[in-house]
């Protein structure tokens, strides 16, 4: 398995804290990925990086950001939980030399109150 | 970007061939076709990827119709491991980064 670390597993949390989860690969891959996962939605795209400090929205951004200082991590930050965003967050992991096989770590239940 | 549809779910018994399809008549003529499952609450895992020609690996085999309009995946040989939600999903490139949307896939579902 792709070395790729989410924390923490599970949260939960009160409806306009501030939220940030963590994404951490060994792998050295140059592009990673925030997901989120809703029944009947599938997986689609928050933000992703194409590179330290290189990054961009992807499909359902609104209300989240991300940061990403070091190749190894990528931080998903909400900056006032609302119960909308309750769900299952995957991060993933690609790089050019992998065929664009995306490898995805195990995912954090988030649930906010 | 091409947009897939696939069954809701399907039932395959075990130790035989199990075969996913996916229609995806807007696909362009540079975009792959990838596939991923998800095993219970597990992250995705890739499974394989087409453009034109048929592949296989040892996880599974890619039928692509020569119209590119569809796809087949095929489990050569089932087994309860096997149980998972399979994604057919195409491929859009923007700015290097592979952004993959995924739909709701299909429930395959390996029975004893």
């Known amino acids: 398995d792709a070395g790729i670390t989410q924390s923490p597993r599970h949260k939960v949390t009160e409806t306009g804290t501030p939220v940030t989860l963590r994404c951490h690969q060994t792998?050295?891959?140059?592009?990673m990925y925030w997901y989120r996962q809703d029944p009947g939605h599938g997986l689609r795209l928050i933000h992703y990086?194409?590179?330290?400090?290189?990054?961009d929205k992807g499909e359902v951004s609104d209300g989240y950001s991300v940061s990403r200082s070091k190749t190894e991590d990528f931080l998903l930050t909400l900056e006032s939980a609302t119960s909308s965003q309750t769900s299952v967050y995957f991060c993933?992991?690609?790089?050019?030399?992998?065929?664009?096989?995306?490898?995805f770590g195990p995912g954090t239940r988030l649930t906010v109150t | 970007d091409a947009k897939t549809t696939q069954p809701p779910s399907m039932d395959c018994a075990e130790g035989r061939a199990a075969n996913l399809p996916c229609n995806h008549s807007?696909?362009?003529?540079?975009?792959?076709v990838y596939w991923y499952r998800q095993i219970h609450s597990q992250g995705p895992q890739y499974i394989i990827h087409?453009?034109?020609n048929n592949e296989t690996n040892e996880m599974a085999s890619l039928i692509i119709t020569e119209d590119r309009k569809s796809s087949t995946l095929i489990l050569p040989h089932a087994t309860l491991r096997d149980t998972a939600v399979y994604y057919c999903?195409?491929?859009?490139?923007?700015?290097?980064?592979?952004?993959?949307?995924f739909g709701t896939g299909t429930r395959l579902t390996v029975i004893p």
């Open positions: 792998e050295n891959h140059r592009y």
């Open positions: 087409g453009l034109k």
């Open positions: 807007t696909i362009s003529g540079n975009e792959y």
């Open positions: 999903i195409v491929r859009v490139v923007i700015g290097g980064a592979n952004n993959l949307f």
């Open positions: 993933a992991i690609s790089d050019p030399g992998t065929a664009y096989e995306q490898y």
């Open positions: 990086s194409y590179g330290v400090k290189d990054t």
